[in-house]
């Protein structure tokens, strides 16, 4: 299948401190991008879809302005937690697609998020 | 929220057929069933997806009832590593393409013993 790669794998930062997570299709180009938020032992949430130079649509309850979404390019899209708290710490995977309605989505690795 | 139900775990003897059962009673026409699976700490990977017809890859089989309102996903000979939570998921959103999203359930976890 094709390659989604996200990075970092894994990031500590202090509470208070901005954290930029990428995510890329390496052998694709990405029409569609989702952020997911996984916390332990609980199924993924999603966050937000993002259309390559669009604005990002974020789900009910989510905090648009905390969590930023870029979708500058085809093949990147990054997710910025600013002012991080211990409650953000989770594990955020990215997803994307190209095409249409029956194309399957492929995600990332997942970025493990710990705030001190 | 997924419009789909699962079990929430299965055992499955290593060498055997695993057959992971899910219930889209609402399911409309044009929607596709996709499954998915999550080992510990990692992505999910992609298996396998269909509308009506069964289907079948180098991962699994996925046999979808003729009323589509359940499907199963058959991993022929299960391994260790096949071990790992098993998301059945309704396609929603537009049809036009693009922001069509997947929505995750609470999944099966399967477990594949020695």
């Known amino acids: 299948g094709a390659v989604v790669s996200q990075h970092p794998s894994w990031v500590i930062c202090k509470s208070g401190t901005s954290v930029k997570i990428e995510c890329r299709s390496l052998?694709?180009?990405?029409?569609?991008m989702f952020w997911y938020r996984q916390f332990p032992k609980q199924s993924l949430m999603l966050m937000a879809t993002?259309?390559?130079?669009?604005?990002?649509?974020?789900e009910q309850g989510v905090e648009k302005d905390k969590f930023l979404i870029n979708h500058a390019s085809l093949t990147l899209s990054t997710l910025t937690v600013t002012s991080a708290h211990p409650e953000d710490s989770s594990f955020y995977i990215c997803?994307?697609?190209?095409?249409?309605?029956?194309?399957?989505?492929?995600f990332g690795q997942g970025t493990r998020l710990t705030v001190v | 929220d997924a419009k789909t139900t699962q079990p929430p775990s299965m055992d499955c003897a290593e060498g055997r057929a695993a057959n992971l059962p899910c219930n889209h009673s609402?399911?409309?026409?044009?929607?596709?069933v996709y499954w998915y699976r999550q080992i510990h700490s990692q992505g999910p990977q992609y298996i396998i997806h269909g509308l009506k017809n069964n289907e079948t890859n180098e991962m699994a089989s996925l046999i979808i009832t003729e009323d589509r309102k359940s499907s199963t996903l058959i991993l022929p000979h299960a391994t260790l590593r096949d071990t790992a939570v098993y998301y059945c998921?309704?396609?929603?959103?537009?049809?036009?393409?693009?922001?069509?999203?997947?929505?995750f359930g609470k999944g099966t976890k399967l477990t594949v013993n020695p």
């Open positions: 993002s259309n390559e130079g669009s604005k990002a649509t974020y």
């Open positions: 052998d694709f180009q990405a029409t569609t």
């Open positions: 609402t399911i409309s026409g044009n929607e596709y």
């Open positions: 998921i309704v396609r929603v959103g537009g049809f036009t393409g693009g922001s069509e999203k997947l929505v």
């Open positions: 997803s994307a697609r190209w095409g249409g309605y029956n194309t399957e989505a492929f």
